[in-house]
């Protein structure tokens, strides 16, 4: 199932896993700070685990949530989401959004990172 069909509630339950990469039902109700009842939390938690997008392994008596997908793996789709949703599908439109966000904070020895990272693109397979 894709992420792209969560409500509001159930991607915040992701975000809280990927940060964490394990929570019970009682921590996540805790971290979502929005008056959430415990069975609530507990039904969103069994709908992702039926969406296929958690697992959840028993500590004790407890329940362990956990997403199945990696966190780079997430971050991925999630940052293809973000380009395709707010920059028209262009990768240089959202590099260009990102510096001009976080330009003013950026030390010389990341700016010498994205300079290195810029040249080590294959720039041989461009459309010429």
């Not at 693109?121 to 010429?128: F, I, Q, V």
Request: charged share 30%.
């Amino acid at each position: 199932m894709s992420a792209n069909k969560l409500t509001p509630k159930e991607r915040q339950i992701m975000d809280l896993l990927f940060a964490s990469q394990a929570m019970s039902v009682g921590d996540i109700n805790k971290s979502l700070q929005d008056g959430s009842s415990y069975s609530s939390t507990r039904a969103s938690l069994t709908r992702l685990v039926d969406k296929g997008l958690l697992r959840f392994t028993r500590d004790g008596v407890r329940y362990l949530f956990s997403p199945v997908e990696d966190v780079e793996t997430a971050s991925r789709q999630a940052i293809r989401r973000v380009i395709d949703t707010f920059f028209r599908g262009s990768p240089l439109a959202t590099i260009d959004a990102v510096l001009k966000f976080s330009g003013e904070s950026l030390s010389a020895d990341e700016l010498k990172k994205i300079n290195k990272l810029l040249d080590g693109l294959d720039t041989d397979s461009e459309p010429g």
